[in-house]
């Protein structure tokens, strides 16, 4: 008896979830900055893409204070994204600019570690190595 009902309230739960009128999209319609998956990057613009530049002007700020550096002031953001991993990685194209004022075009990675674990920051600029720190939160 319990097996049957576990049975018939599954098949409802199919019917009802079929029942609902999603359209499916067609090729080619659906475009990439639209989608967001669980878990998956996430586009940012407006008062996110403003919480990127913060975090950017932060980790940049508390580096450039340090001996290792790097030394480097915000440019210009081109884009960025966010994902949802223990704690927040930023991924941010921008332009930097060094302590003798040459700007370069970086993508820079951010690991925002949760539970004042700090950050690490990753820099790949056009034809540098790449570059890994660590700040405190």
Request: hydrophobic letters at 40%.
């Amino acid at each position: 008896m319990h097996k049957i009902f576990i049975v018939v309230a599954f098949a409802a739960i199919c019917v009802a979830a079929n029942a609902v009128n999603i359209p499916e999209p067609k090729v080619g319609e659906v475009q990439a900055e639209e989608f967001h998956a669980l878990g998956g990057p996430e586009k940012l613009e407006g008062e996110q893409l403003k919480e990127a530049e913060a975090e950017l002007t932060k980790s940049l700020t508390k580096l450039a204070a340090g001996e290792e550096g790097p030394h480097y002031s915000l440019g210009k953001i081109h884009s960025a994204s966010r994902t949802v991993v223990a704690g927040l990685r930023y991924d941010i194209n921008a332009d930097l600019i060094d302590k003798e004022g040459k700007t370069k075009n970086c993508d820079v990675k951010i690991w925002s570690k949760p539970v004042n674990e700090g950050s690490q920051v990753t820099f790949k600029c056009n034809e540098e190595p790449e570059l890994l720190r660590h700040h405190d939160a």
